[in-house]
């Protein structure tokens, strides 16, 4: 059955409150709040919630309740009426040193809790110089996802680590092909036919058109410029794809 696509914001530690109100004065009647995601800071994320957002967390500790100062559990996200938690974002794996076992732990402990999880995962510039990519992205799958038997609540970004924020992006075919890989891998060890795999990596209104015409695309993570008014058109191009396809599902995509 042909997925759905799916735009995700992840607005980093980014905009005050005051910000956020103008923000939503201008996205909330413009986003389909059916297949958008919002990630904002943590502490606005009630403003959301209160305007129908599908909202996310952009990181979870992987302990339930405790003595962790400043961290925030899956349990306590999904008692917000949060949905989906970023895992593994290059972010929290660079500054925070986040390890492919913690972020195994933190999927788990995701998935315990009914939160859907996103999953980053992606080269660093010299990876794919080494041409490495395919084995990095595999590691990180079969670590990433260690015990996990549903995934029907995965999510897979594919977000090239120097593609983040550098408004660099691989070539439509490259982004293609680490999609097809990633869809490849998860049938080779888990079976798995249906996931779906987003793109993130300086999305922007110049670069979405194309983005959007990506074959086995199924969304996109936008950081930067999710924060700013030409996310919307970013939103509505991706959309619009989706609904493009569905109405001519049997003609085949050129590239
Ligand atoms: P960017 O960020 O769109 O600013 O490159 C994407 C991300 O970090 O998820």
Redesign the pocket.
């Known amino acids: 059955m042909k997925s759905s696509k799916l735009v995700v914001a992840?607005h980093k530690m980014n905009m005050t409150s005051i910000d956020i109100n103008q923000y939503l004065k201008k996205i909330k009647k413009e986003i389909n709040v059916e297949n958008v995601i919002i990630c904002p800071t943590s502490i606005y994320i009630p403003y959301f919630l209160k305007h129908n957002f599908k909202v996310g967390i952009q990181n979870v500790f992987y302990e339930n309740k405790g003595a962790y100062t400043g961290e925030i559990s899956p349990r306590q996200a999904k008692s917000m009426e949060i949905d989906y938690a970023i895992v593994g974002?290059s972010?929290r794996r660079n500054y925070f040193l986040e390890t492919n076992q913690e972020i195994n732990k933190k999927v788990r402990l995701c998935l315990k809790n009914n939160l859907k999880v996103i999953l980053c995962i992606g080269e660093t510039k010299e990876e794919k110089r080494n041409r490495k990519t395919e084995e990095v992205l595999e590691k990180e799958i079969i670590e990433n996802l260690e015990g996990v038997k549903n995934f029907k609540d995965i999510i897979i970004a594919y977000?090239p680590i120097w593609?983040?924020?550098s408004k660099k992006t691989p070539t439509m075919k490259e982004i293609d092909i680490s999609i097809r890989f990633i869809k490849q891998i998860m049938r080779k060890h888990y079976h798995v036919d249906n996931i779906q795999v987003i793109y993130?990596?300086?999305?922007s209104e110049e670069n979405v058109q194309e983005i959007a015409t990506i074959p086995t695309l199924d969304g996109v993570?936008?950081?930067?410029?999710s924060i700013k008014e030409e996310f919307i058109n970013i939103a509505k191009t991706i959309l619009k794809a989706d609904k493009n396809e569905q109405n001519s599902t049997n003609i085949p995509k050129t590239r």
């Not at 993570?221 to 410029?225: E, H, P, R, S």
């Open positions: 992840n974002h972010e977000e593609a983040i924020g993130g990596g300086s999305v993570l936008v950081g930067g410029a």
